[in-house]
C-alpha cells in the first residue's frame, strides 16, 4: 500500500505539469488578454479597467509619449507610443517569450509563490485564504448533509423498492434531479428572505455585520443561520443523484448469491444488510464522493455564491477569466488540481478502509 500512495504522489507532478502546459498554451491564443485591456483604457475603450487601477498608475503609464507609428501585435496599440506598449507589457510581464514566462510560473509554483493579481493589489495566496471559507462552509456541509440524507434514503429504497414509499420519494428525486439549484435559491429568497412572503432569513454573506460582537455561541448561531438557504439550495439540487446511485447500488447486491447464503444461514436482515451488503454496495457510493465535494467546493456554488451575495472561491476563479486575471487564475487553477488529486487519492484510500480486500499494490495506474 505504501508503494502505491508513493507511485500517486510522484504522479502528481507530470500530471500538474501537463494541465498548466496545456491551459497556458490555450490563454496564449486567446484574445483580451491585461495587455489589450489597458490599452483599451488608454484608448478610452473601456471603463471597467479603469476602475481597478489608481490614478498614479494610469498616469505613469501614460508618461510623456507620443503617438507613433510602428506596427504592434496589439490592435489597441494604433497611436500610442510603442515605448508605452513595452511599458505596459513589462508591468503585466508579457516582456518576456511565452516559454520564458510558463518555465518562470512552474518555477514559482513550486514553492507555493503564486504572484499578485493584475487588479486586486493583492498577493493571490492572499486572496484565496480570503476567500476559502466560504467555499469550505458551502461544500463541506452541503456534502455531508447531501450524504447523510441520500444514503439512508437510497437503502431504504432499495430495501422497499416498488413500494409507496419508493414510489413518493423518487417523485421527490425527480424534482430535485430536474430543477436546478439556482431555481430553488431565487425561490428561497422570495419565499424565506424579504422576498414576497416571509423574512426568516438574511440574503448576503456569510456572517452579520455585527459578528464580532456577537457572543461565541451567537457567533455559531448567526454563522448557520445564514448558511440555511444556500446550504438548502445546494442540498436539494445534490442529492438526487447519490440517492439513486446508492438505491440501485444496494439493490444489485441484494440479488446476489452470497446474500442469498447468508440469510440460509439463518443471519437476520439487518445482519445481512450491514453486516456483508453495505460494504461492498457503498464502494461505487465512496467512488463519487471526490468529485462531488470537488464539484461544490469549487464549482457548483458559482451560482449559489451570486445569488446569495457570497465571496467565494468560485466566483474568484469565474471574474479572474473574464478579467484575464492570469496570476488569479492559474493560482486558484493549480490549487484546485492538487488538491483535487489528493482528494481521489484520499477516496483510493477510503477504498482499502471499507473493503480490505481491495490491493491496490498489484493495481496499474
Known amino acids: 500500500m505504501h508503494a502505491y500512495i508513493v507511485r500517486r504522489l510522484l504522479l502528481i507532478v507530470p500530471t500538474l505539469f501537463g494541465i498548466m502546459l496545456i491551459n497556458f498554451a490555450i490563454v496564449q491564443v ?13 484608448q478610452g475603450l473601456d471603463t471597467s479597467t479603469s476602475s481597478r487601477l489608481g490614478g498614479s498608475t494610469q498616469a505613469e503609464l501614460r508618461g510623456p509619449g507620443s503617438a507613433g507609428g510602428e506596427s504592434s501585435k496589439y490592435r489597441g496599440a494604433q497611436g500610442l507610443d510603442p515605448a508605452l506598449v513595452k511599458k505596459i507589457e513589462k508591468l503585466y510581464g508579457f516582456d518576456k517569450p511565452a516559454h520564458e514566462r510558463f518555465w518562470l510560473m512552474i518555477k514559482n509554483y513550486s514553492t507555493l509563490n503564486f504572484g499578485e493579481s493584475f487588479y486586486r493589489d493583492q498577493k493571490v495566496t492572499d486572496l484565496i485564504i480570503e476567500k476559502m471559507p466560504v467555499s469550505i462552509s458551502l461544500g463541506l456541509w452541503s456534502t455531508l448533509i447531501i450524504y447523510l440524507i441520500s444514503i439512508p434514503m437510497g437503502i431504504r429504497k432499495a430495501i422497499k423498492h416498488g413500494s409507496r414509499f419508493d414510489v413518493w420519494t423518487s417523485s421527490v428525486i425527480i424534482v430535485g434531479y430536474a430543477i436546478p439549484g439556482f431555481l430553488f435559491a431565487i425561490f428561497l429568497i422570495v419565499a424565506f428572505a424579504g422576498g414576497s412572503y416571509f423574512d426568516w432569513f438574511p440574503l448576503r454573506g456569510l456572517v452579520s455585520t455585527n459578528w464580532d460582537e456577537l457572543s461565541p ?8 443561520w445564514h448558511l440555511v438557504l444556500p446550504i438548502t439550495a445546494l442540498v436539494i439540487g445534490g442529492f438526487a443523484t447519490i440517492t439513486m446511485l446508492t438505491k440501485n447500488s444496494f439493490l444489485d447486491e441484494i440479488n446476489k448469491q452470497y446474500v442469498i447464503t447468508a440469510r440460509a444461514k439463518g443471519l437476520t436482515e439487518r445482519q445481512v444488510l450491514y453486516g456483508h451488503v453495505f460494504r461492498n454496495a457503498m464502494l461505487i457510493i465512496i467512488a463519487g464522493f471526490p468529485g462531488l ?24 476563479s469565474f471574474e479572474s477569466v473574464l478579467n484575464r486575471d492570469y496570476p488569479v ?10 488538491l483535487g488529486m489528493l482528494v481521489k487519492l484520499a477516496s483510493d484510500l477510503t477504498y482499502r478502509w471499507v473493503d480490505p480486500r481491495i490491493d491496490f499494490e498489484t493495481r496499474e495506474i
Not at 486567446?30 to 488608454?42: C, H, Y
Open 329 to 338: 487564475f492559474f493560482g486558484t487553477l493549480f490549487i484546485f488540481t492538487l
Open 30 to 42: 486567446a484574445p483580451g488578454g491585461p495587455v489589450e485591456q489597458m490599452l483599451a483604457t488608454l
Open 217 to 224: 455561541f451567537g457567533k455559531v448561531v448567526d454563522y448557520f
Open 293 to 316: 465535494i470537488i464539484e461544490v467546493l469549487f464549482t457548483g456554488a458559482l451560482l449559489i455564491e451570486v445569488i446569495f451575495s457570497l465571496d467565494g472561491l468560485g466566483l474568484l
